[in-house]
């Protein structure tokens, strides 16, 4: 079994962190990943620039592998003034997708819950 958690992507506020889990997984052996195996550079390229901060995400050597080996990926920003007008094109950038893997960037956490129930009673498949 393998167990994931990062810190810089937690969307709930719940007291937990890598103590916790370590005592809760005593024989656990940590692994810390040092590439970025979800995104292709141009998506992950934008999205750093929201954690500033984060040490990977300042990791030279890491963008460099992913632009030579997962350069693709499209980055499209859509800035809309309403929540239906929001919703709109976050179903119309799932459906356009098809199978594809994609990530849509939120500003508040309570969106990402909002949303998500709206996807669901429509049935459309997505994770939150």
């Given amino acids: 079994m393998s167990i994931g958690a990062d810190d810089g992507q937690q969307l709930y506020d719940v007291d937990t962190d890598l103590n916790i889990l370590k005592n809760i997984f005593p024989n656990n052996t940590p692994k810390l ?20 901060e984060d040490t990977m995400a300042k990791d030279t050597n890491m963008l460099e592998w992913l632009r030579l080996n997962k350069p693709g990926g499209t980055v499209e920003i859509h800035i809309k003034n309403s929540q239906s007008d929001v919703f709109s094109t976050i179903k119309e950038i799932i459906n356009n997708m098809g199978d594809g893997n994609i990530g849509i960037l939120l500003s508040e956490t309570k969106d990402v819950d909002d949303y998500s129930e709206a996807l669901d009673e429509e049935e459309i498949e997505h994770q939150a």
């Fill in 33 to 52: 990943l040092t590439r970025n195996f979800r995104n292709r550079y141009k998506i992950y390229n934008f999205a750093r620039q929201f954690i500033p």
